[in-house]
Nanobody, 115 residues
């Protein structure tokens, strides 16, 4: 079993920054792709960014150039540095991974960007 716990969300003004963390436990995830998703109220959950086991990254067009995903395999933790935040970035942010045939999600952390 894998447990994922997100933290770092909060209320920030437009143009501000936040850093989210996703701490994993239960088994090492150094060989697993990990990702960030978000879900705005009344909307479907959408993929935001992903990072491979060797640190290769990919981003949704809406966050490219503003968000940076990274991981520290020694700490079994993934991060999302979010800069130049916009009101449309508001939502619950979830981390995700796939291990041994199962998909795992964290409980989410709320990010609210005020205009």
């Amino acid at each position: 079993q894998v447990q994922l716990v997100e933290s770092g969300g909060g209320l920030v003004q437009a143009g501000g920054s936040l850093r989210l963390s996703c701490a994993a436990s239960g088994r090492p995830l150094s060989r697993n792709v990990m990702g960030w998703y978000r879900q705005a109220a009344g909307e479907q959950r959408e993929w935001v960014a992903g990072v491979t086991s060797v640190g290769s990254t990919n981003y949704a067009n809406s966050v490219k150039g503003r968000f940076t995903v990274s991981r520290d395999n020694a700490k079994n933790t993934m991060y999302l540095q979010m800069n130049s935040l916009k009101p449309e970035d508001t939502g619950v942010y979830y981390c995700n991974t796939f291990s041994d045939g199962q998909t795992y999600w964290g409980q989410g952390t709320q990010v609210t960007v005020s205009s």
